[in-house]
Antibody
Framework: EVQLVESGGGLVKPGGSLRLSCAAS????????MDWVRQAPGKGLEWVSS????????YYADSVKGRFTISRDNAKNSLFLQINTLRADDTAVYYC???????????????WGQGALVTVSS | AIRMTQSPSSLSASIGDRVTITCRASQSISNYLAWYQQKPGKAPKLLIY???TLQSGVPSRFSGSGSGTDFTLTINRLQSEDFATYYCQQCYSYPFAFGPGTQVEIK
């Protein structure tokens, strides 16, 4: 069974940093693109970042470029999102998600974690 | 960046109705369009990808169509479990973008 479990969320002051983790199991992690998607309270979905299986291809939403860093550790079946210079509008549930098809350079996601809440407030 | 719009933003429907949601891309995305369903407090669920391919396990009352810039999600014979918010997403070029969502409510 595919499982994605996020951790690392919490309350952070504006300007602070946080590192989200996503532990993957039930599939061959190093075969799949992985994404982060976020959702502010009461708002819609926002795609944040994608990383290829070999970490050579990395993409970010314009709203987070320069502040967020996606990475992965295939040996530990883990995905990460380093979030720096946090702002109030970064407050959201952050989901990690797996690409639908292995080795596909682009495409939708089919499995999602339960989400990690990040709250940015003084 | 490609921008996605959806209409309507919300709709009210009855059990058994046929519901149609439209998604439009700001430029051609071929058929790189996915639809997701999200219920309150839950992660989204992939319904349709490649504009018209039904994800495994999704009921056949859901269907998708379109290519280029205009796409449609249709729900035939609406069931109680279908009341949710629906999002389209373009997967043609990065940054991927979601539409703003369409909330389907009970009439």
């Amino acid at each position: 069974e595919v499982q994605l479990v996020e951790s690392g969320g919490g309350l952070v002051k504006p300007g602070g940093s946080l590192r989200l983790s996503c532990a993957a199991s039930g599939f061959t992690f190093n075969n799949y693109n992985m994404d982060w998607v976020r959702q502010a309270p009461g708002k819609g979905l926002e795609w944040v970042s994608s990383i290829s299986p070999d970490s050579l291809y990395i993409y970010y939403a314009d709203s987070v470029k320069g502040r967020f860093t996606i990475s992965r550790d295939n040996a530990k079946n883990s995905l990460f999102l380093q979030i720096n210079t946090l702002r109030a509008d970064d407050t959201a549930v952050y989901y990690c998600a797996r690409a639908l098809e292995p080795a596909a350079p682009r495409g939708p996601v089919d499995y999602w974690g339960q989400g990690a809440l990040v709250t940015v407030s003084s | 960046a490609i921008r996605m719009t959806q209409s309507p933003s919300s709709l009210s429907a009855s059990i058994g109705d046929r519901v149609t949601i439209t998604c439009r891309a700001s430029q051609s995305i071929s058929n790189y369009l996915a639809w997701y369903q999200q219920k309150p407090g839950k992660a989204p669920k992939l319904l349709i990808y490649a504009a018209s391919t039904l994800q495994s396990g999704v009921p056949s009352r859901f269907s998708g169509s379109g290519s280029g810039t205009d796409f449609t999600l249709t729900i035939n014979r609406l069931q109680s479990e279908d009341f949710a918010t629906y999002y389209c997403q373009q997967c043609y070029s990065y940054p991927f973008a979601f539409g703003p969502g369409t909330q389907v409510e009970i009439k």
